[in-house]
């Protein structure tokens, strides 16, 4: 279970004017350290506005933020608060903005492990953020038979934000889960 502490972080190595990136150095079980990257970017579907995407991890091959590595980190407690701790700085800092954060798991475990982080330290964060689940949903039309399409022809999907429903079952994870400042 990952606890957050938003007073237990690690100092940021480097940060962007616009708190959009930063490093930090993340102590690794085996005594080493990895320098972990955090990016805050526009999240691209036009049905989630002022919504950015944070994406974070180490660098890859390809120099591109590598979420899908397994990284054995000495604190992941304390990596979960640091990155947590400068999405809410960047919130802040664009505090008349009224954006949002969302964060999508790459695969099922990291969804079930983010889902459970909510989950878990929702008291601890309600008087900072407020936490919404989504879901994508393609409308049914009215003549029963076909779906509502995209301009290709294609299904359209739309997210559904709900509130974060802390008995929902773990099994059934959202898509997507967004925060924004508790104001």
Do not use: C, Q
């Amino acid at each position: 279970m990952i606890k957050i502490d938003l007073d237990d972080t690690y100092d940021a190595v480097s940060a962007s004017e616009d708190f959009k990136r930063f490093t930090f150095i993340s102590p690794l079980k085996d005594s080493t350290n990895l320098e972990m990257h955090v990016l805050i970017s526009e999240h691209p579907d036009p049905f989630l506005p002022n919504v950015f995407n944070l994406a974070f991890g180490p660098l890859g091959d390809d120099n591109e933020i590598n979420d899908s590595i397994a990284v054995p980190h000495h604190n992941i407690n304390k990596v979960f608060s640091t990155i947590l701790l400068f999405a809410i700085t960047f919130l802040e800092v664009n505090k008349e903005e009224n954006y949002s954060i969302g964060i999508d798991g790459s695969d099922e475990r990291r969804a079930y492990l983010y889902h459970r982080m909510f989950r878990y330290n929702s008291d601890t964060l309600s008087d900072t953020i407020v936490t919404v689940g989504v879901d994508w949903y393609v409308k049914l039309l009215r003549n029963g038979t076909d779906i509502e399409r995209d301009s290709d022809g294609l299904p359209l999907f739309k997210p559904r934000p709900e509130p974060f429903d802390l008995k929902r079952n773990p099994r059934d994870l959202y898509r997507y889960y967004i925060f924004s400042l508790n104001i």
